[in-house]
């Protein structure tokens, strides 16, 4: 237990449909970050946030996709119109600081999307 | 675009060391080396990281070359929980680019 939590571990929805998942980070930790994994791939980032400031955004976040770090603490992950493409296992990390430091990941949410 | 090269498969008996190899030639001056793995189905485990020296902490030791383009991650004596895919990054910011890895089987 890395001290980083998310919630739901699995979720299972039906196209078209809203999910939103949850990430506690260890809480002296001022970053966050958003990764996401498919099967057989290596994770991929997604965005991350400096306290409640959202910094940073792949490519990969189509505007489906919103994240939102309220005073700093746990983050919200959120799709929007989900599709098949969506299937994944979303990451959450935090770190103590930027250059030198570790991330530390939670278990991730399994997203099925049918 | 991996800055790194790694195998992607390695064996290893039980009780002897594993040394996993990373090659990052297009390594930059304050690019850190770091190492994780993953356990199926699990989150990243963090293991090791370093920029100029040799690390060591309780999980494993972390060799860099001298010149900084090559790296071996050693476990000094695996078992059959070590089995995992072991990812070796180069990182100088916040986005960790995490490859494909080498998936490391630890056999009885």
């Known amino acids: 237990d890395t001290g980083v939590s998310q919630d739901p571990r699995h979720k299972i929805t039906k196209r078209g449909q809203n999910v939103t998942f949850r990430c506690d980070p260890i809480s002296e930790h001022n970053r966050l970050y958003w990764y996401r994994q498919t099967l057989g791939q290596g994770p991929e980032f997604l965005t991350y946030?400096?306290?409640?400031?959202?910094?940073?955004k792949s490519r990969l976040l189509s505007d489906r996709f919103s994240a939102e770090r309220p005073k700093g603490s746990f983050s919200t992950l959120e799709i929007q119109r989900t599709e098949q493409g969506d299937s994944a296992m979303y990451l959450c990390a935090s770190s103590l600081g930027h250059w030198g430091y570790e991330q530390y990941f939670g278990p991730g949410t399994r997203l099925t999307v049918t | 675009d991996a800055k790194t090269t790694q195998p992607p498969s390695m064996d290893c008996a039980e009780g002897r060391a594993a040394n996993l190899p990373c090659n990052h030639s297009t390594i930059s001056g304050n690019e850190y080396v770091y190492w994780y793995r993953q356990i199926h189905s699990q989150g990243p485990q963090y293991i090791i990281h370093?920029?100029?020296n040799n690390e060591t902490n309780e999980m494993a030791s972390l060799i860099i070359t001298e010149d900084r383009k090559s790296s071996t991650l050693i476990l000094p004596h695996a078992t059959l929980r070590d089995t995992a895919v072991y990812y070796c990054?180069?990182?100088?910011?916040?986005?960790?680019?995490f490859g494909k890895g080498t998936s490391l089987l630890v056999t009885p």
């Open positions: 946030f400096q306290n409640e400031a959202q910094l940073e």
């Open positions: 990054i180069v990182d100088s910011g916040y986005a960790l680019n």
């Open positions: 370093g920029l100029k």
